[in-house]
């Protein structure tokens, strides 16, 4: 039996440790964990080709495409329903509805991937973003990837922008702005561990409020 009734969703700056802080919670709270697996799922679920969820992974798209999804929300879109959609829009709906599936099984890690706006009427998710000191960061992808840390830099940068500019246009919040997530935490100055410990502090605390106020 797991330790927690929360889903915790985590968004990360690239470097920052979220991948790691998310598995760790998967081991202290005994409950799964999802990163890339969401992809396996949405391709079972689909039908879509991994390796096509995988190329479009966490990337933009055009302005075009995001009024396109947002017309198929606003038109009631169904889920499963994918036909005569371009892909860019198949995928992200997909693992809309990988996400959506994931929760209703219960409580777990889901890692990026827009999934605090999949869930956000949800009353047991707790939305976590991890962010970094930019040279802590390129210090740790440069030990993770065996490279400069000035060419880990400009990995950093460069993924940062794709994961933003994803979720600036599939949401109606802000990437990595505090206001679009329940918690904020640095990992450059608690560590990964002293991250993993603050969010199950924290999620005692919620659903401590939540049995208190039932």
Partial sequence: ??????????GREFGSGG??????????LEIPFYDKEMLDRASKDSGIAEELLKAHDE???SSFLYSLVMDTYSLGYKSGSYSDMPI???????QFDAIK????????ILIGRCADYALEDY???????????TVKRAKRISRMYDMTEAKAKEMIIKTDKKRGSYYNYYTNKKW?????????????KLGIDGCVDAIIEIVKIKEATKKAVL
Avoid: W
């Avoid at 991948?19 to 202290?28: N, T, Y």
């Avoid at 860019?88 to 997909?94: C, D, E, Y």
């Avoid at 990595?176 to 450059?188: M, T």
């Fill in 101 to 108: 599936k994931l929760a209703e099984e219960g409580p777990c």
């Fill in 59 to 61: 990337k933009p798209t």
């Fill in 176 to 188: 990595s702005a505090v206001q679009s997530y329940d918690v904020c935490l640095d990992s450059g």
């Fill in 19 to 28: 991948h790691e802080i998310g598995e760790r919670l998967s081991e202290k």
């Fill in 88 to 94: 860019n829009h198949k995928i992200f709906l997909a």
């Fill in 1 to 10: 039996m797991s330790k927690t009734n929360t889903i915790i969703t985590i």
């Fill in 123 to 133: 009353r047991n998710v707790l939305s976590v973003f991890i962010h970094a000191d």
